[in-house]
């Protein structure tokens, strides 16, 4: 239902689970465990409606209960995707790359050595993120990030563990791989690398939006302006039909990261996001 509704739509609902969750935990005896998997992953729900509506307080305490609920849960897989989450949080929306490498660090001790790569691969794919994201982007340590990503996901030799529901293969760590690029201002880098991910299924629209607004970036420093703000009005147009206040940010930063002469395209972005925002 998030990939088709508004998260305020949902997030009374998750909520409302959430808090039924958290009181079973409580009469669950012997089955307190299992129950504790459970709220782990309501809090993680609710904590990505939360970052999508950027009420990033909310997001930010929902992710640490989702943290405590796993590590109840005796369940350190569980504790890794949720503490990696609350990384990728932190780097992407909150804006916090070093706040959001310290979780990586803390998700990596806490990291089963019997698990599989996927986890292995992911984390790393975060970290590349985190330090392209730095005010002074480490290109150097971003590159390493990658590789090791790239030897992990060659290991891997089976399904992803739970709470992993899809495979971190090749062409999902190519959508991590452009985003990096265009974070370091590669865009002939980042073109071939959202070229590699397009094999993937196709993604929901509010991440296709996300996504969108970082071809548009790579676009605009390529100097191609009008094919940059045509995809960048198609994203801020899927923001504003499901509400998600996340996607309307990243278009205002997007607009004011880049200040080319006025088009008849820029000034129809302009126009979309002045209404939008008044």
Same mark, same amino acid.
């Given at each position: ?123 790393? &794919?975060?970290? !590349?993120? +985190?330090? @392209? ?7 150097? =340590?971003?590159? %390493? #990030?990658?590789? *090791? ?38 865009? &002939?880098?980042? !073109?071939? +690398?959202? @070229? ?7 993604? =929901?629209?509010? %991440? #296709?939006?996300? *996504? ?54 820029? =000034? ?11």
């Amino acid at each position: 239902m998030d990939a088709s509704f508004c998260s305020r739509d949902l997030i009374d609902g998750v909520r409302s689970h959430l808090e039924l969750a958290v009181r079973a935990h409580r009469a669950a005896g012997p089955h307190a465990p299992a129950v504790a998997a459970a709220v782990s992953e309501a809090a993680g729900f609710a904590a990505w409606l939360s970052m999508d509506m950027l009420d990033l307080g909310s997001a930010r305490t929902y992710y640490r209960q989702a943290i405590t609920a796993a590590e109840l849960a005796k369940n350190d897989v569980l504790a890794v995707y949720m503490t990696g989450s609350l990384a990728a949080f932190e780097i992407d929306a909150a804006g916090d790359p070093l706040l959001g490498l310290a979780m990586i660090d803390k998700a990596r001790k806490t990291l089963p050595l019997s698990v599989g790569s996927t986890p292995t691969a992911w984390l790393a &794919s975060l970290e !590349a993120l +985190a330090h @392209a994201s730095k005010p002074h982007p480490d290109e150097h =340590a971003a590159t %390493q #990030a990658i590789s *090791t990503a790239e030897h992990a996901i060659a290991r891997i030799d089976g399904p992803p563990p739970w709470p992993w529901v899809y495979p971190f293969d090749l062409t999902k760590l190519a959508r991590i791989r452009a985003s990096v690029a265009v974070r370091l201002g590669q865009p &002939s880098e980042a !073109a071939r +690398a959202f @070229a590699e991910s397009l094999p993937t299924a196709q993604p =929901a629209p509010k %991440q #296709a939006a996300l *996504t969108t607004l970082e071809v548009a970036t790579a676009a605009c420093q390529r100097g191609e302006t009008d094919e940059a703000f045509t995809l960048a009005l198609d994203a801020l147009n899927t923001g504003i039909t499901y509400g998600s206040e996340r996607i309307i940010r990243q278009a205002r930063q997007f607009r004011y990261s880049n200040a080319p002469a006025t088009t008849l395209t820029v =000034a129809r972005f302009d126009d979309r996001l002045r209404t939008t925002l008044l």
